[in-house]
T-cell receptor
Framework: GQQLNQSPQSMFIQEGEDVSMNCTSS?????WLWYKQDPGEGPVLLIA?????ELTSNGRLTAQFGITRKDSFLNISASIPSDVGIYFC???????????FGTGTSLTVIP | SAVISQKPSRDICQRGTSLTIQCQVD?????MFWYRQQPGQSLTLIAT?????????ESGFVIDKFPISRPNLTFSTLTVSNMSPEDSSIYLC???????????FGPGTRLLVL
């Protein structure tokens, strides 16, 4: 199956700092989704991207659909303690229904 | 979006037994999926639950081990059969609305097999 590599694998940051993470693939994707998963919960959809170059914001979160269509980026500005969790990207190819999930980025925010 | 519920939320089962997980959505959805998330890992698609027909399984997953039903557009079940400790995972139901391609997840079922 498709492999989506997320980096960094984990991040430890001070409250108030900005965060950047990315997701890369060897294949071209049509759709990118970003999720946050808290311990003991299901993933919650943060942002959906449908077009190369698209930049979409959701509060302090901004995500971009890479121009090559092989990558996507998520930024969190002015982090707060409740941003703690695991962030997953997911991408869908031009064919098929499956979303392939990234390896995840674990975020810890130090107050 | 949608409100998705799963039952049970967690269970501890004995080796060799089977468990059926239910997924209920508060509105009719085009597509429903079942995922597995092993401890500390990412999500892996088990199958697409098709309404009125057999589910479509991904490589490495078979119907005998993970039978799926989807009798209507708001409900699906996943059975984990003849369980072993390797089946200990979180099982997640997701739904997708078309034409906008977004997937929403249920809260998950945490399964521990002893």
């Amino acid at each position: 199956g498709q492999q989506l590599n997320q980096s960094p694998q984990s991040m430890f940051i001070q409250e108030g700092e900005d965060v950047s993470m990315n997701c890369t693939s060897s294949s071209i994707f049509n759709t990118w989704l970003w999720y946050k998963q808290d311990p003991g919960e299901g993933p919650v959809l943060l942002i959906a991207l449908y077009k190369a170059g698209e930049l979409t914001s959701n509060g302090r979160l901004t995500a971009q659909f890479g121009i090559t269509r092989k990558d996507s980026f998520l930024n969190i500005s002015a982090s707060i303690p409740s941003d703690v969790g695991i962030y997953f990207c997911a991408g869908r190819l031009n064919t098929g229904n499956q979303f392939y999930f990234g390896t995840g980025t674990s975020l810890t925010v130090i107050p | 979006s949608a409100v998705i519920s799963q039952k049970p939320s967690r269970d501890i089962c004995q080796r060799g037994t089977s468990l059926t997980i239910q997924c209920q959505v508060d509105s009719q959805v085009t597509m429903m999926f079942w995922y597995r998330q092993q401890p500390g890992q990412s999500l892996t698609l088990i199958a697409t639950a098709n309404q009125g027909s057999e589910a479509t399984y991904e490589s490495g997953f078979v119907i005998d081990k993970f039978p799926i039903s989807r009798p209507n557009l708001t409900f699906s079940t996943l059975t984990v059969s003849n369980m072993s400790p390797e089946d200990s995972s979180i099982y997640l139901c997701s739904v997708e609305f078309r034409p906008r391609e977004t997937q929403y997840f249920g809260p998950g079922t945490r399964l521990l097999v002893l």
